[in-house]
């Protein structure tokens, strides 16, 4: 099949289904005769899996983070991502920029938008950002992570939602709420992929 490329990104708080969601994605875009590249961030280069190891630790500074997560983004974008795009493929990641934007900013009065902005500014941005929405409680139910990262606490993700949605109202991204059942939502996000891919 003859395709152009087209960046997804799933983004939204932890356990709001980004994970889920871009797998069950990219099998149904794989099963129409798609070429699809699944991604996710932290990466899974060294750099992503040393970002992996850090956010298990409450000492790391929030710049750190955000810098690692810039250096592992730069990475990801460049040797993975970009490079699928070039050769036609839709390329889904779980996860991207936004992630950092508001988690980064929300964690530190010292962390400007504008800052995370400049130390990712070589990567490419995304055709078409979704942000899943869902009530930190829930999804941190959903989750029940029993080796949690310092991310997934209620009163630190009720702020990251309502960055996020504040982000998504701002840039006009694509809100939509996880709370109902997985194939519901599955709809949604596969008709604004598929809409995307008709024009």
Same mark, same amino acid.
């Given at each position: 099949?003859? &395709?152009?490329?087209?960046?997804?990104?799933?983004?939204?708080?932890?356990?709001?289904?980004?994970?889920?969601?871009?797998?069950?994605?990219?099998?149904?875009?794989?099963?129409?005769?798609?070429?699809?590249?699944?991604?996710?961030?932290?990466? +899974?280069?060294?750099?992503?899996?040393?970002?992996?190891?850090?956010?298990? +630790?409450?000492?790391?500074?929030?710049?750190? =983070? *955000?810098?690692?997560? *810039? *250096?592992?983004?730069?990475?990801?974008?460049?040797? $993975?991502?970009?490079?699928?795009?070039?050769?036609?493929?839709?390329?889904?990641?779980?996860?991207?920029?936004?992630?950092? %934007?508001?988690?980064?900013?929300?964690?530190?009065?010292? !962390?400007?938008?504008?800052?995370?902005?400049?130390?990712?500014?070589?990567?490419? &941005?995304?055709?078409?950002? !979704? !942000?899943?929405?869902?009530?930190?409680? %829930?999804?941190?139910?959903?989750? *029940?992570?029993?080796?949690? =990262?310092?991310?997934?606490? !209620?009163?630190?993700?009720?702020?990251?939602?309502?960055?996020?949605?504040?982000?998504?109202?701002? +840039?006009?991204?694509?809100? %939509? +709420?996880?709370? =109902?059942?997985? $194939?519901?939502?599955? $709809?949604?996000?596969?008709?604004?992929?598929?809409?995307?891919?008709?024009?």
């Amino acid at each position: 099949m003859s &395709q152009k490329s087209l960046f997804v990104v799933l983004d939204g708080v932890d356990g709001s289904g980004t994970t889920t969601h871009s797998r069950i994605l990219a099998g149904t875009l794989e099963s129409k005769g798609y070429k699809v590249y699944l991604t996710q961030e932290p990466s +899974n280069s060294e750099i992503g899996l040393l970002l992996r190891k850090f956010l298990k +630790n409450d000492n790391v500074p929030p710049t750190t =983070d *955000a810098l690692l997560f *810039a *250096a592992d983004r730069d990475f990801h974008y460049h040797i $993975e991502i970009k490079k699928k795009l070039d050769e036609g493929y839709i390329v889904i990641s779980d996860r991207y920029i936004e992630s950092s %934007i508001v988690y980064q900013s929300v964690q530190s009065d010292k !962390i400007s938008v504008k800052w995370i902005k400049e130390i990712n500014k070589s990567v490419g &941005q995304p055709d078409i950002t !979704i !942000i899943l929405d869902i009530d930190p409680k %829930i999804s941190l139910e959903r989750k *029940a992570s029993t080796d949690p =990262d310092k991310f997934e606490k !209620i009163s630190f993700l009720d702020k990251v939602r309502r960055k996020y949605l504040e982000r998504a109202k701002k +840039n006009r991204y694509i809100v %939509i +709420n996880t709370d =109902d059942i997985i $194939e519901l939502v599955q $709809e949604k996000i596969q008709k604004i992929i598929f809409d995307k891919l008709k024009k």
